[in-house]
Structure formats: C-alpha cells, structure tokens
C-alpha cells in the first residue's frame, strides 16, 4: 500500500495497482511480469515505491515456499523490468542477457558482504522514491536434512533449534527507470534483531526479540526492565551526523542525493550536494570516491573538508614530485587506508620504489623484500637495511644481523649494534670468518690493550699496517721489517720507512719509502744524507716534478750528464738544452731533437737548427726549423739538399686561414713552396693538395696529371669546375688510352662540354675519325665520327667562342664530302659494281683525294670485287696501277695475301711480282678482309661517344 495506490499480486502473474483516492478502486497499470519467466513460483513479496512509480517484487522458488536469489523491479514510466541477483549481485534488464554488477559507492568490503545471498523482505523508503532496503539472507551449499540452501520459508532468522541467525546483512539500494539498481552499502545486521520493519532515511528499522522481566512488581518496573521492541539503525552517510542533522530535512535530501549521484560516480554532482555539509565521513567517501574516479581537484577540498592536514601535505608533496598521476593518486588513496587501491596504482604506473616504501611503511617487510627483488634491485639493499633497523629496534638483533649481512652494511652495523655486549660480538666475529670483523676486533683488543692477541686478528684480516704498528709499538723491529718485506703493502712500508727516519737509519728508510712507491720522501732522505747513487734511480721512477728537482740538485753538484737526462725527462726540454749548450753535450742534443715542438723555446729551437747545421745534419735541422715556424728556410734546405718532405712537415707548415691580407699571402706562399718540394720528389698528390689548398688549382692539376692516376684527375676536375681545369684534364685524356677504355673516352666528351670548348670537341671527333680509317679501315664510322666534328664545329662558330675556324671548317668538308663518296661507292659495289667502279674511279681523279681517303684502300675495294668475281686479269691490272701510284706500297697491307696468291696463281705469274706482295706484316697482326667489315668486333668508338 503506498496512499491512496494498493498494490495486488495475482496467482497467475499478474500485478495490477489500484487508485483508491475515489469512490471506487480503478485499476491504473496492469501488466503479467511472470509470463517471460519459467523458473519461478508465485509471489514472495510486493513493494510500492512512496511515488507509485515504481513495483519491487519476488518470487519463489517453483514448488516451494523458499524465495528466489533474484529482485524484480517495474517501472512504470519505462514500463521496463530490471533484475538484481544477489547470488552474484549483477544487474541488468529482463529481456536482456548481460548482467553486469551494478554500479556503486560502496566499499569492497561491502561488496563481497552482498555477495552469494538471497532477499527474505525488502521495503521501500516512505519519502525517498529513489531508496529501498533488502534483508538477505546467506545462501549456503545444502545442508544436512535441508535440500534448499538452509533458508526456512518466513522464519529466516531462527535455525531448526531456535535461535538466531549471525549471517543476515541489509543491502541498501537505489533504484531509477533510467539507471537500474544501484548498490548503495551492505552490512550484517545485528543478530539480536528479528525483523526488518522498513526504512525511512535516515534509519533502517528493525524489531527486537523482547526479554521477560524477573520476579513480579508494579506497571512501571516491568516497563523498565522491558527492552524496546524496535530498533533503528542509521544509514552510513548519516552516522557522522547528531540527532539534529539527522532530522533536518534539508540534510537528509542533500544526503540522499548525494549518495545516489555517488553511486552513479558522478563526483561534481555529488560534491554539488553536500557542500555546505560538514559530514566528516561523507566527505570521506566522497575522498575515496575521488581516488576510484581520479579526481585530485575535488580530494583537496574533501580532504581540507575532513580536516586531514597530514593527508593534503602528502598530497602536494606527491603532486610536486611525482609525475605519474597513478602515483599522486596512490599517495591519497595510502592516507585514506585504500591498502589494495594504493597497490594497484603504484603497479599501474610502474613506481615499485613506492610501493616498496608504502610496504615498510605498513612494517609489510616480506611484500616489501619481494618487490625489491622483482621488479626494485636498485633499492635491494635498503629494503634490507630498513628491515634489520626495524628489527633492531625491536630487539631482534640475530635476525637484525642476518639482514644487515643481505645489505652488506655488517662490518659497520653489527659491531655498533653490539657494541654493549662484547661476548656477542665475539661470538659473531668468530663465526663470521670476515676479515673486516677481524681487524674490528683487533683495533677493539688494541683498546683495551690486548695487543698480543689484536696482532693475530691483524694477521687474520690482512691488515699489515696496524700489524706493523703494534710490533713497532712492542719494540719489535726485525718482525715488523719482515712482515712489512714479506706482505708488500705499500702503507706497512710507508709507516716503517717513517720510524726508520725517525731512528736516523737513512738507507732502510730510503728502502721502504721506494717500496710503499713514496718517492718524494725517498728523494728527500736521500738529499738529506747526501746518498747520490740512489738518486738517479729514485728520481726516473718518481715524477716528473721530483726529476726536475733532483736535476736541479746534480747541476749545483756538477753532474752534468745525469741533470741533462732528468731535465729531459721532466719535460725541462728547455733547460737540458741549455745544460747540453753550456756543456758542449751534443750526443745529448741530438736524443732530445725528436723532443722538440712548437711549445718549445724558439731561441732554444733555432740555437738546435745552428747545432745541427754546423754539423752537417740538414734532415734533423728541417724539423726543429718548422717547430721554430721558420717554414721558409726549412724548404729552402728541403730543396737544396733533397730532403722528402711527408705528409705530417707538409702539414705543420699548413698555416691557418685569416682575414687578413698579409698572412694569407704569407700562407699561399708557404703552401705553394711546400706543393714544389712535394712535385719534385714526386710526392704529386700531396702537391696537388697544397697547390689547393694555396689557391692555385691551375699548378694542383697539372702535379696530379704527373701522377698519371685518371681516376684521381678526373675527381679533382670534376671538383673544382673551372674551365681551364676541364680543358687540362681532357687533353690529358686524350692522350690516354681512351681507346680501349670506354670510360675515358665518356669522361672526355663530358669535359670539353663542361668547359664548352667545343673546338676542341670537334678535333677530338677528328681524331676518332682519324683512328678508325688507320686502324680499323671503318669509313661508315669515321664518316659518322666527322659529321659529329662539323656539328660541334658548327655550334662553336655560332657562339663566336672560337676565331679564325673558317679553313678548319672548310677542309673539314672536303674530308667529309670525300669520305662520303668513298662509303657511296663503297656500298655501290655490291648492288651497281659498274657504277661502284666509275664513282671510284672518279675519286682517284681528286686532287685532295689522300687528305680523307687512303689510296690503297679504293685499289682494295676494287681488286677484291674483280678477284671474287674471277676476273683475275683486271683484278692483277689494277695490283699494277696500284703500285703504279704508290711505289713502296705494302700490297699485303691492304688486299689478304690470299687473294693476293689466288690472282697471281690463276694468270701464272709469280706471287713475288711486284714490291710487297710476299709481306704479310700488319698492324694487327693479322690479314686484312678488305670490305668485311660487319664481322669486325673492335671497339665502336663513336657508338659510346
């Protein structure tokens, strides 16, 4: 019943809500919610919401009076059916198949509480229609005798005996058509109650089982020994709040929402709500919602809210020098005792030191230990240290000692921590077998004067110096000299050396200063007790300060040889020379010369160069004249007397670039003289660097062409990109054996374009013309090769870059008009022989006929056409006109010897007829196939031009 609306549940399913508010009930909503379910029984229980907005009901468990694990709500605006089941408190739609767990503010405690548990009544609040309270009882796995989970149908707080049940707990709910059920709190409700009578905020109420009074006495006795049958207990966000806040209705509404807009996680809303509310605990939610929610901005006022100074100090501590917001979070969620929140965080974000400390901040030493070792090595060890202070504290100090050992701090902190109690102690040294502990315990023996036996713990930790202190202190010399001897240790023999001096035993002191490497002192003894033969070794195994000074120490006694050595040395070059000049020790001089550099004394340095051209030694006198800078005259003797400069001389006397005019001619004059030395001993690459480096490229290509290296040549014009360059390296290559190298003959064309000398081009052109007719007899080619000449000729005379090619171009022509009537003719042999022969004939007639053609070579056309078509006898005639027109012909040079027997053979005439029948030389070697030339394989010249 919720006025004026009642609400009916019908065995068949159906709930219908009445209006009751006229004189007749009429029924205003009316819907079967069991017709989808299957599993159910009749009705458990209906509620009304205070609205009549809203159905809550249960059902039973089909054939049985046992409820359902399950809540059922109808909302009438939606007109939707939402479903909580407290088995496994998930939520969701009834014709939906996700369940998720419903959405909270609860705690995780409160969480697992709902878990595995069923509604035995549940009541709406009478003025929040948002609110309403289950009593859920745990479901356990059957008992004996009790074949439903242990739940008796309407007596769920009582067990087959009759007394009460401990494991009942209220569920604190909201409900809205729009977000489903909401866990709001879960706790277990006393077991002294009997029932759940309803709920008003802010208290849930339950009835109480009453006592009997003892003995009989009047009304008013039995009233006040009678306990009350109701109790009422405070919802969790009003607990912090008197009986005055409580009841003030604004409160209780902002709480209310508060709580519910919690629930939805909606933080701003919910802080909206309660903020003029001076609830320490729901400002404590509020601060614990803000971690799940990651909301630092409202902690701080929540925290400042709660009055938790300590909690904001950390706070901005943590925002100031974490820069991980997981760890900001982490550090709050700590102040608020969020353990396993706190855990997480500090994992999300990868700050194991963090959580290593918040470990041993809550003395967790064994979590602490394991993320040390998992995932925070660098902090191993003062994770133990912390954990044996922590333990030493608490008077544990075995276990104290173990961890100060996994530390490695035992030699410092076990003999401190037992240092009142000396038979511990001693019984930890001697089961140790550590020889710190042991010199430890020496040094204590030593204090309270137990010397005898401090020496073996001496001996035991290898400490030979408070071993040769305390025998020294005992008077025992010789054993003190024998260990110091024996061990070696530097400090045991410094400390001997020192008593020694003191008892005036000079040589034993000296001995034991050189063996603790004590030098300095050695020398000093040394000076003293005027012990020289031990001097010179003393001062070249010391410093070179210590040889300087013994140096000094054999001028002012005239041991000139060893002052010179040891100011050489002491890197004194300055004044062993001057001691070598003052002497006369020129042996001296000559091994300090490689000595010598640019930091040196330029008057010492050119006092040397005298020395060793006085005596004849110009190769060693150049170097000590570019380390005195006096490049000029060190070039001079270069080129005078021969003398290679390298490539480091040629390098020392590279001066740096300035702005300065002076110094730069000063500069290129020296790089150009050095570029001459290095050309004339054929050093030609690093010339051609200096001549570069000096700004005369013309003089560096011409040193590299000497060189003879074409790919070098080559690189360096293409680097520079001068003109002239170009031009020098393209002649050069001309002259190379670019005929066989197809490369070269590329890298010439390329040039003369580059330096668009294209005069030059066309000679170049001229000559692979040139080439083909002596060499290879291809006038197709050499044709080809001249009409390219012409066109660069052409182009050159366009640009007016050239003067005076007029008669060049002119003979071109002819040779080109010549040659092309020679390749006609030629052609006309095999095709028009009669017409071949006049045109051929008619070209012997020319007057310049020998400037592009060969004689021999039309003869050879001819004779070989009239010898393959057997007319031998024109063939032998045109052999005699041949020879005719040129007299010292060699016949073989032009027409195969076998042709040549062939006709001869044929008209019976001797094949020794005429000059130069019977020579087969040839330039190649071979015979020549006059007129075969598509068999020919040579290079094609003007194809890879």
């Known amino acids: 019943v919720s006025e004026p609306y009642v609400v009916v549940g019908t065995t068949s399913g159906f709930i219908r809500v009445f209006d009751l508010s006229r004189r007749e009930a009429r029924c205003v909503r009316s819907s079967n919610v069991r017709q989808n379910l299957e599993d159910v029984g009749g009705f458990y229980g209906i509620q009304c919401n205070s609205a009549c907005t809203c159905v809550t009901f249960q059902f039973k468990r089909p054939e049985s009076d046992i409820p359902d694990t399950r809540l059922f709500a109808w909302d009438f605006e939606s007109d939707d059916i939402h479903v909580i089941d407290f088995l496994n408190v998930t939520t969701g739609q009834l014709d939906s198949e996700d369940m998720t767990p419903p959405l909270s503010n609860a705690s995780d405690e409160a969480k697992q509480l709902a878990i595995n548990r069923c509604p035995i009544s549940h009541f709406w609040d009478k003025r929040e229609p948002r609110m309403l309270v289950c009593e859920c009882a745990r479901v356990n796995p059957a008992m004996p005798g009790t074949a439903d989970g242990g739940l008796s149908p309407r007596s769920p707080r009582t067990n087959s005996s009759g007394e009460f049940k401990v494991d009942v707990a209220s569920v604190v709910l909201f409900f809205t058509g729009e977000h489903g059920f909401l866990l709001q709190d879960c706790f277990l409700t006393d077991p002294t109650y009997t029932g759940l009578l309803g709920l008003s905020a802010p208290y849930i109420y339950y009835s109480k ?40 209705d604004t409160t209780r509404r902002a709480l209310l929402d508060f709580s519910f807009h919690l629930a939805l996680g909606n933080l701003d809303e919910a802080f909206g709500k309660v903020r003029k509310i001076k609830s320490k605990d729901i400002w404590t939610n509020l601060a614990k919602m803000c971690v799940k929610r990651q909301r630092l901005d409202v902690a701080k006022v929540c925290l400042g809210n709660m009055g938790h100074c300590a909690a904001l100090r950390a706070l901005r501590l943590a925002i100031k020098e974490y820069p991980e917001t997981e760890a900001q979070l982490a550090t709050l969620a700590v102040q608020l005792g969020m353990k396993e929140e706190a855990v997480e965080l500090f994992k999300s974000c990868g700050r194991y030191d963090l959580l290593n400390k918040f470990y041993q901040s809550a003395n967790e030493w064994d979590e602490a230990v394991q993320v040390a070792q998992e995932s925070d090595r660098i902090h191993l060890r003062n994770t133990h240290y912390a954990r044996a202070k922590h333990l030493e504290s608490q008077g544990s100090t075995p276990m104290a000692a173990q961890y100060f050992e996994k530390a490695e701090t035992h030699h410092r902190d076990v003999p401190r921590m037992l240092v009142e109690k000396p038979d511990e102690l001693q019984e930890y040294v001697a089961q140790a077998h550590d020889g710190k502990l042991y010199n430890y315990w020496g040094a204590y023996l030593e204090s309270i004067g137990e010397t005898a036996t401090a020496v ?108 010179v050595i040891l100011y050489q040395k002491g890197g004194a070059v300055g004044k062993a020379l001057d001691l070598s000049f003052r002497m006369k020790q020129f042996s001296a001089l000559e091994s300090m010369a490689d000595e010598l550099d640019e930091n040196t004394d330029p008057e010492i340095l050119m006092r040397c160069a005298d020395f060793f051209l006085s005596h004849g030694q110009q190769e060693r006198a150049v170097p000590v004249l570019i380390s005195a800078k006096r490049y000029l005259q060190a070039l001079d003797l270069c080129l005078k007397h021969k003398i290679e400069v390298s490539v480091d001389m040629a390098e020392k006397m590279t001066l740096p670039k300035s702005d300065n005019k002076a110094e730069m001619e000063h500069r290129n004059a020296i790089l150009e003289k050095v570029a001459m030395c290095a050309e004339e001993q054929g050093l030609y690459q690093l010339a051609c660097r200096k001549y570069t480096q000096g700004g005369k490229p013309v003089k560096a290509m011409k040193a590299l062409i000497k060189s003879g290296e074409v790919e070098k040549v080559v690189f360096f014009a293409n680097a520079n990109r001068k003109r002239e360059i170009f031009i020098m390296a393209a002649n050069w290559l001309h002259m190379q054996d670019w005929r066989s190298d197809h490369t070269i003959l590329k890298e010439i064309v390329a040039m003369y374009t580059k330096a668009k000398a294209l005069d030059s081009l066309a000679s170049f052109y001229e000559s692979c013309a040139q080439v083909e007719v002596e060499e290879y007899r291809n006038y197709e080619k050499a044709l080809q090769a001249l009409q390219e000449a012409q066109k660069y000729l052409n182009k050159s005379k366009q640009k007016g870059t050239s003067v005076g090619l007029e008669s060049q171009a002119a003979f071109l022509d002819s040779r080109i008009g010549l040659t092309q009537k020679f390749v006609t003719g030629k052609a006309l042999m095999v095709s028009s022989p009669e017409e071949g022969v006049t045109k051929l004939r008619a070209l012997l007639e020319e007057s310049d006929v020998e400037t592009a053609i060969r004689i021999g070579d039309i003869f050879a056309v001819m004779i070989d056409h009239f010898a393959r078509r057997g007319d031998a006898k024109e063939a032998y005639g045109l052999m005699e ?15 195969p010897l076998s042709l040549i027997e062939s006709v001869h053979r044929t008209l019976g005439i001797p094949v020794g007829r005429g000059r130069g029948a019977e020579s087969v030389d040839q330039p190649d070697g071979g015979h020549v196939e006059v007129g075969d030339d598509d068999d020919e394989d040579d290079d094609d010249i003007i194809d890879e031009s």
């Open 881 to 895: 006109e041949l020879r005719i027109q040129v007299p010292d012909v060699n016949m073989a040079y032009y027409i």
């Open 209 to 248: 089982k009453v006592s009997s009074a003892d003995g009989i006495g009047d009304e008013q006795d039995v009233r006040d020994k009678l306990e009350p049958v109701v109790a009422k207990v405070p919802l969790r966000d009003f607990m912090e709040l008197d009986d005055a806040g409580r009841n003030d």
């Open 456 to 563: 073996q713990f001496y001996d035991e930790s290898d400490n030979y110096l408070s071993k040769v202190r305390v025998l020294c202190f005992q008077g025992d010399l010789q054993e003190a000299t024998e260990v110091a001897t024996s061990s070696g240790d530097k400090a045991a023999c410094f400390y001997l050396a020192r008593q020694l001096e003191t008892m005036e035993m000079p040589m034993q002191a000296v001995q034991f200063y050189s063996k603790a490497l004590a030098f300095t002192s050695a020398i000093r003894i040394a000076k003293e007790n005027s012990l020289d033969g031990e001097l010179m070794s003393l001062a070249l195994r010391s410093c070179k300060e210590d040889m300087v000074d013994v140096a000094e120490y054999f001028e002012s006694i005239e041991v000139h040889d060893n002052a």
